[in-house]
């Protein structure tokens, strides 16, 4: 295994779970506005709290290694879902962008699935 591959997708996996886990903690100051934002596409505000969950627990999980290639699966239904529900008004330029910057993310974690979380993780260190 070459340095690359032992150190790349450590890399791969904060970068894509600082994501999630910043974007969960952030819901929480302003939780109000989360939940007339999602109530606004049709989505129970009820939701906000599993929402919350499923960023910063999957985010930690994917963080750290364990059990990641569970993590990613659940982020990435997660993150195509809201891609879908959120972000097709592809007449605003930034809702496409963030359609497509979704998108980008749930292909980064089917690598996670797919290959696991490589060498410098929880997984990696029970195999």
């Not at 879902?81 to 962008?97: C, K, S």
């Not at 980008?104 to 290959?115: D, E, K, M, Q």
């Amino acid at each position: 295994m070459t340095s690359l591959q032992t150190y790349l997708p450590t890399i791969g996996r904060i970068f894509m779970a600082i994501i999630f886990i910043l974007a969960g903690l952030g819901k929480i100051p302003a939780i109000e506005g989360n939940v007339g934002y999602m109530e606004a596409f049709g989505v129970p505000g009820i939701l906000i709290w599993p929402t919350i969950i499923v960023e910063v627990v999957g985010g930690i999980l994917l963080l750290v290694g364990f059990k990641a290639r569970w993590a990613a699966a659940a982020l990435a239904a997660f993150t195509l879902i809201a891609a879908l529900i959120f972000h097709t008004n592809f007449a605003d330029q930034m809702e496409m962008t963030a359609f497509l910057k979704n998108l980008a993310i749930t292909g980064g974690l089917l690598y996670v699935i797919a290959y696991g979380a490589g060498a410098l993780s929880v997984d990696g260190r029970r195999a």
